[in-house]
């Protein structure tokens, strides 16, 4: 192609924006109204003309990517709405959101990103909390709230309002919309639809509603608490009924933040978060994760532009092929342990590690990390193969079929979820399927 590439964007409160910048200072050129080669949307729900502007886009031949719609973990696509089929690709922000479309079976691509709302900041850490920041879950646009978050909204306040500390309440909409009330010597400050911060870095601390508020304060380095939690995904339109998660099983424990308002009390709770960075960080890695960087955006953007999204294929593989998450192994290195006292370099089995998403340098440099955690010499690591497909249903059952067995204590899902699993106490069981399936192939 020898003319610049184009793109579209659906702006979400400057969530795009350093999308956008990002693409421009590729050489990409921006349209208004198309056709172009890309459109950034950053939902695809069947409100609010979401579909109609795909659908736009998608028929001049238009590439069409989910940009995040702020932070927190999306779950529409459980049951609120059905992912769209004119979406080519998901673009999240860490290896935990992408592990979260895997579980839930997403079907498009699903490519990580980076953090893009806020420059982060180191964690300091608060051994006296004197300022406490009250985020509500917000309204929508109309005013309308899921009764279950008014209900959270308002437990939370009041417990709020029993501790030592000064509250300030940074609210969307008015107080009354959210399930508060005026109280005397609160400060109440009407927020914005947006990404500032400047309430957060004057906080000791912040308790906030489930969504993108908190993550803002992880990402700023302010000890945080998260309220409301796990609540089934909602429109917020007036007589909305609560839909159920589909596969909540399977990850709400995953993507769980440490500190949670409902945990216990209140005043222990914020405490406890303002001591150390250390509970949290693995979780933060996961749903924060690294910065943005714009140039390799800009060439994954190209790539799945000019290559229509097409995977790339799966390298070969020894006779008895093992499949396993990269994310994983740095969770559980004990598996990786386990795999390397079952197998060595010598034997005719390959353990493939797939990072849905991941690029490959990520992927190699958390595995290093894992294998350092595992006490595992790399001079007697049996064949490992790293793989970093995009997460998708396609990638799961490409792998799926390759593989003969999992290495995994994590909950079963997809196609990958139906092979022979192993676990950290199955060495024993491991050994003896890879023998058998040699026996066989003698025979």
């Not at 935990?96 to 498009?108: I, T, V």
């Not at 009764?147 to 306040?157: G, I, K, V």
Request: charge should be negative.
């Amino acid at each position: 192609m020898n003319r610049p590439l184009t793109f579209a964007v659906k702006d979400h409160f400057g969530d795009s924006l350093p999308y956008a910048r990002a693409l421009r200072d590729a050489g990409f050129e921006i349209v208004q109204q198309g056709p172009a080669d890309v459109l950034l949307i950053d939902l695809d729900a069947p409100l609010y003309g979401f579909r109609p502007m795909i659908d736009h886009f998608s028929e001049h031949g238009a590439t069409v990517l989910l940009y995040p719609h702020g932070a927190g973990t999306m779950l529409g696509h459980d049951g609120l709405w059905e992912p769209y089929e004119r979406v080519d690709g998901n673009l999240v922000i860490g290896p935990g959101q992408a592990e979260l479309a895997r579980r839930m079976e997403y079907p498009a691509p699903t490519y990580v990103t980076g953090w893009s709302l806020c420059a982060t900041a180191p964690f300091r850490p608060c051994p006296d909390v004197g300022h406490v920041l009250f985020a509500p879950t917000h309204p929508a646009g109309d005013g309308g709230l899921a009764e279950s978050h008014r209900q959270t909204n308002a437990e939370t306040f009041a417990r709020l309002l029993e501790g030592s500390w000064h509250l300030t309440v940074r609210h969307i909409g008015t107080i009354e919309q959210n399930g508060l009330w005026p109280v005397d010597g609160v400060d109440f400050v009407t927020g914005k639809m947006d990404l500032a911060h400047t309430e957060i870095d004057a906080a000791d601390a912040v308790v906030a509603g489930d969504g993108t508020f908190p993550s803002l304060a992880i990402a700023r380095g302010v000890p945080t608490v998260i309220c409301g939690q796990g609540h089934p995904p909602a429109y917020g339109t007036p007589g909305e009924k609560p839909v159920s998660l589909r596969h909540g099983d399977r990850y709400l424990d995953f993507i769980r933040y440490p500190f949670d308002a409902g945990d216990g009390p209140l005043d222990e709770i914020v405490h406890a978060a303002a001591q150390s960075e250390a509970p949290i960080a693995e979780w933060k890695r996961r749903f924060v994760g690294e910065p943005l960087d714009g140039g390799a955006f800009a060439q994954l953007v190209e790539r799945i532009v000019l290559q229509g999204g097409h995977a790339a294929p799966i390298d070969e593989t020894r006779a008895f092929t093992v499949a396993g998450f990269a994310d994983e192994m740095l969770e559980r290195p004990e598996l990786l342990a386990t795999f390397a006292g079952c197998f060595g370099p010598d034997d005719d089995v390959s353990l493939i590690l797939w990072g849905p998403g991941v690029d490959a340098d990520v992927l190699l440099a958390g595995i290093e990390r894992a294998v350092a955690a595992a006490g595992v010499d790399g001079d007697s690591l049996p064949d490992i193969l790293l793989l970093p497909l995009p997460g998708s249903v396609d990638s799961d059952r490409r792998l799926a079929e390759r593989a003969d067995a999992l290495l995994s204590e994590w909950p079963p899902a997809g196609r990958l979820g139906e092979l022979p699993r192993y676990g950290t106490a199955d060495a024993a069981r491991l050994r003896g399927a890879a023998d058998r399936a040699r026996s066989l192939r003698a025979a």
